[in-house]
């Protein structure tokens, strides 16, 4: 017998984080699937990423921060929800305030699965590949045993954290934890420093030519030879509603291509998409990043594979997904849902 369909078309859908990277190309690809009674909470703050918002649709929006309490006092506007997609955190690696990461990205989500899994509430939301660390104990998203894991920052840790606390909790049973890995796309340009490469070598390239890259301070790795699991937004999107859709995916997935490719890679894939032989320099990595750098993530994808078999195949080529984003975001300057042939 199939397993049972969570309809996302039954019930309204809040979307924390909506504004944001991913979160907003979430409500671009529900917005396509015909679906706009979404509530989308952010906290939109000084930055651009409210452009994020323009040209897509939903019912109503609010700031993150007011979120909890309408949860709490019983709002009536979350009295049709049914399904919970939650990727508001502070994303930002470097990030140096514990506390404010406590409270953002652990006690934050505490709450919200909290209340979802009271309500039977189906409950997805955004772990990390971070969680993983350098990767010594491997990048296994079939391992109960998440004690093992050592992340290399803060931010890894916060997650690491909730991750750890709905095992223990008995949440993983019934709630969904995704482990983005190296995710690029659209809609990124507010992210600062947290952009990826591939927004930020554009720039680069259109400034000076040359796309510059860390130098490697391992022996093993030479330089640029550093490995991600690079992973676009829109495949991100199709993996993420995939299993929102599927009930019995329930505990963690890593959400990655599959295939671990090197920063050269990426950068000549720019290069192609632009139409230019490539010039690449390598600079010094900083310190305060050395010990905290991964130089291999590789996302085994098997148990994604196994509960979403329609995805097949699971992400488009990475030279394939970088020209589409160069060509039909980069250069146009357009944000998802602006194009009119989405």
Not at 60 to 87: C, I, K, M, Q
Not at 255 to 283: H, K, N, Q, V
Not at 324 to 336: C, F, I, M, Q
Request: proline share 4%.
């Amino acid at each position: 017998m199939p397993a049972a369909i969570h309809d996302l078309s039954r019930g309204r859908i809040l979307v924390t984080g909506g504004a944001g990277f991913i979160g907003s190309a979430l409500v671009w690809e529900l917005n396509r699937r015909g679906l706009d009674d979404l509530l989308v909470a952010d906290f939109l703050g000084q930055d651009e990423k409210w452009k994020n918002l323009v040209s897509l649709r939903f019912a109503d929006y609010l700031e993150a921060d007011d979120l909890l309490a309408r949860l709490e006092g019983n709002d009536p506007a979350f009295s049709e929800v049914r399904t919970v997609l939650h990727l508001g955190a502070c994303s930002a690696t470097t990030e140096r305030d514990a506390a404010y990461l406590i409270r953002n990205n652990f006690e934050f989500t505490k709450k919200l699965a909290a209340w979802s899994v009271a309500r039977h509430v189906r409950f997805v939301y955004a772990s990390s590949a971070a969680t993983y660390g350098d990767g010594a104990q491997g990048m296994d998203d079939q391992s109960d045993d998440l004690a093992r894991l050592r992340p290399l920052n803060m931010y890894g840790y916060s997650k690491h954290l909730f991750d750890g606390f709905a095992q223990r909790a008995g949440w993983l049973r019934t709630i969904t934890g995704l482990k983005y890995f190296n995710v690029f796309g659209p809609n990124e340009d507010h992210k600062g420093d947290m952009r990826s490469l591939v927004h930020k070598a554009y720039g680069q390239i259109l400034e000076t030519g040359v796309v510059r890259l860390f130098k490697s301070h391992r022996p093993e790795y030479r330089d640029g030879e550093q490995q991600r699991d690079f992973l676009y937004v829109k495949d991100a999107v199709a993996m993420t509603l995939a299993l929102a859709e599927n009930p019995a995916a329930a505990g963690l997935f890593n959400l990655g291509s599959g295939r671990a490719s090197t920063w050269l890679e990426l950068a000549r894939a720019i290069f192609a998409a632009l139409g230019r032989a490539p010039r690449i320099e390598f600079i010094p990595m900083p310190e305060g990043l050395q010990g905290k750098y991964q130089y291999h993530t590789c996302a085994d994808i098997t148990k994604l594979r196994a509960a979403c078999p329609q995805l097949d195949p699971p992400t488009r080529p990475l030279a394939e997904a970088v020209a589409d984003y160069v060509r039909e975001y980069l250069v146009p300057g357009h944000h998802l849902g602006e194009k009119a042939t989405e």
